[in-house]
């Protein structure tokens, strides 16, 4: 008589399947559990292991429930006004912004002033007018004016270009 075989819990091929399976779960189970504790802040940081954010330019990135420092100093740029072209739906872009200084470098950058006038008016006049319609392109025209006002005062003299009015007419 012909003997016959009858899969049992020894079967290789069962038995791998069975660890592909309970390695998957476990390691979803392990992410779950991950993002819920990092999200619920259970386990905060703590000032030993916690480092300040910064941003792509290495300035620090102030949060909202850190406070703003009081140790610093705005300088306040002369307005622009740059002309868009005569294709231009818009013809004018009126521009008004203050830098935030470290107060010990407040009268170099306000001696600086008419370079860092001259770079930001050149870079806006570059720029096309879609791109000055856009709102959603304000932190990406922002940053790149950041940029060239700190490589013109220096890096770590200027911490932040806010601008006070953005105005196409």
């Known amino acids: 008589m012909t003997e016959a075989t009858t899969p049992t819990d020894d079967d290789p091929a069962k038995r791998g399947k069975k660890a592909v399976f309970f390695g998957l779960f476990g390691a979803l189970a392990l992410g779950v559990v991950g993002f ?54 818009s013809r004018h872009l009126r521009f008004r912004a203050h830098l935030e200084v470290e107060p010990e470098f407040a009268d170099e950058v306000s001696h600086l002033a008419p370079r860092v006038l001259d770079v ?8 096309a007018e ?38 196409l007419n």
């Open 120 to 127: 930001l008016n050149t870079y806006l006049r570059a720029i």
């Open 36 to 89: 819920f504790v990092t999200y619920s802040g259970i386990f905060p940081a703590t000032k030993s292991d916690s480092k300040p954010m910064v941003d792509s330019h290495g300035a620090p990135i102030e949060s909202a429930h850190m406070p703003a420092s009081s140790n610093v100093v705005f300088v306040e740029l002369d307005p622009l006004v740059i002309s868009l072209g005569r294709y231009a739906s």
């Open 130 to 167: 879609n791109e000055l319609e856009d709102p959603a392109s304000m932190n990406r025209l922002r940053a790149q004016m950041l940029r060239r006002v700190q490589v013109v005062v220096g890096t770590g003299k200027v911490r932040d270009l806010l601008i006070t009015e953005f105005v």
